[in-house]
């Protein structure tokens, strides 16, 4: 392809810098050349030139909390009845919506089934489907009777769970799951309010032992962890075993602040707001009540999450939004709804939640030149009609995003290029 040369755009960088007119150069998949104003970039008769019309080019939205194997379900169960071929099937559209929905990346907090996520992560890195690039995640390892443990005594059920007890098991699971190609083991390592008694939240459902035999296998083999920790002490064993990221930490007091400041430069938080919102307030319709909601803990988790995550953000944790999309309340395509709860609910600018869903987000990928529009780096791009600092719901709607380059290619175009109304799908984009 030519290189290719926006002109007429409010930049967005994504460090949280005021926006700016200005132009940007692609060549091949690199931005090449950024420069404030027009005209500043000497024009090529070899280039093609994109006149965005005074809209904001942006960094492609990482999504730190991707459920793509989820089926949009309302039980856990409902996973399991889905056969191998018709979820990798699912999974296929939904990474593809992700990517239409502006999303180039993804890292995962869990998968449904054990390879699923390796292969979708293979297949797209290969050029065979598009969607954006993922870190794979292992399905979620419970303890029985925590989260996610789908089982009766009478009966087998299955979610998104693999079932792993004592030492010996936890040990065998993780070099399973290696061996199979994640890049990132999920571990339950507290209780949750859905789950088990009253209270359940606020409790391990791992024992120490248990917890340092994952990381010890994980570290060993070069694999990165992540946790479902709301419980204060799971939060305490996350950082102690060196978890890379933490999801939740919504009961967290006292020295865990500390703890989780003298490591700030070393985790990511995200705290999945977007499907405790909903659940409280929009899916009465699948049978969850106020009263249920009540007794679940939800409104007091929405109430307490500003507090924990305004304590967080003075100490210069990075937080990303990433809200556990993908069940019937909280459907995959809708992820962008969490930045707008960083604005509302946890108290951050939309530059400042922009900037966590791309500067950041490039940092959770562990790519050094993702997540920036700066020269050198990877050319994931989004031309979106209108200005999302201005207006952070913009980006809820997929009309408004004209344009998704992902590695320097366009995945969706949908702007005036020579007088003609061009758009190109996925498959004319790897023609």
């Not at 080019?57 to 056969?83: D, R």
């Not at 954006?132 to 059920?157: F, I, K, N, W």
């Not at 869903?357 to 209108?386: F, R």
């Amino acid at each position: 392809m030519k290189p290719q040369l926006f002109t007429n755009v409010k930049i967005f960088d994504g460090t949280g810098a005021p926006t700016f007119i200005g132009e940007v150069l692609v060549e091949g998949n690199l931005i090449c050349t950024v420069a404030p104003g027009n005209g500043s970039i000497a024009r090529e008769s070899y280039y093609d030139v994109i006149d965005g019309k005074g809209m904001t080019l942006m960094p492609g939205l990482v999504e730190a909390h991707a459920h793509v194997t989820y089926s949009n379900m309302a039980k856990f169960n409902e996973l399991g009845q889905i056969p191998l071929e018709e979820h990798t099937l699912l999974t296929l559209q939904n990474v593809k919506l992700m990517l239409d929905s502006g999303f180039t990346s993804l890292y995962s907090a869990a998968s449904a089934k054990f390879r699923l996520e390796v292969a979708i992560r293979n297949a797209i890195d290969s050029g065979k489907f598009p969607g954006p690039r993922m870190r794979a995640a292992s399905p979620e390892l419970v303890a029985t009777g925590g989260l996610g443990d789908e089982r009766q005594y009478h009966m087998h059920h299955q979610g998104f769970e693999v079932i792993a007890d004592g030492t010996d098991e936890v040990r065998r699971t993780v070099r399973t799951l290696v061996r199979e190609g994640v890049d990132t083991v999920k571990v339950n390592i507290s209780g949750d309010p859905f789950y088990g008694r009253h209270g359940f939240g606020h409790r391990l459902s791992y024992t120490e032992a248990e917890v340092a035999a994952a990381a010890e296998e994980a570290h060993m083999r070069g694999a990165w962890l992540s946790c479902h920790a709301r419980a204060d002490d799971s939060v305490k064993l996350a950082l102690k075993y060196g978890f890379r990221v933490i999801y939740h930490c919504d009961f967290i007091e006292g020295e865990t602040y500390d703890l989780l400041e003298a490591k700030r430069d070393s985790v990511f938080l995200a705290p999945a707001i977007g499907a405790i919102y909903t659940a409280a307030y929009e899916a009465e319709a699948w049978g969850i009540t106020k009263e249920f909601a009540e007794s679940r803990e939800l409104f007091a988790m929405i109430e307490g999450c500003p507090k924990v995550y305004g304590e967080l953000k003075k100490r210069g944790l990075r937080i990303l939004p990433g809200g556990d999309y993908g069940f019937a309340w909280n459907p995959i395509g809708t992820n962008a709804r969490d930045l707008e709860h960083f604005v509302n609910i946890l108290g951050f600018t939309p530059a400042e939640s922009l900037m966590a869903a791309t500067k950041w987000g490039g940092e959770i990928m562990d790519i050094p030149n993702l997540g920036l529009i700066s020269d050198g780096y990877l050319a994931d791009l989004l031309l979106v009609d209108g200005d999302p600092v201005e207006n952070i719901k913009l980006l809820q709607d997929r009309d408004n995003i004209k344009v998704v380059m992902k590695d320097g290619v366009y995945y969706k175009r949908l702007i005036k290029t020579a007088g003609m109304l061009e758009q190109l799908n996925a498959r004319e984009a790897f023609a």
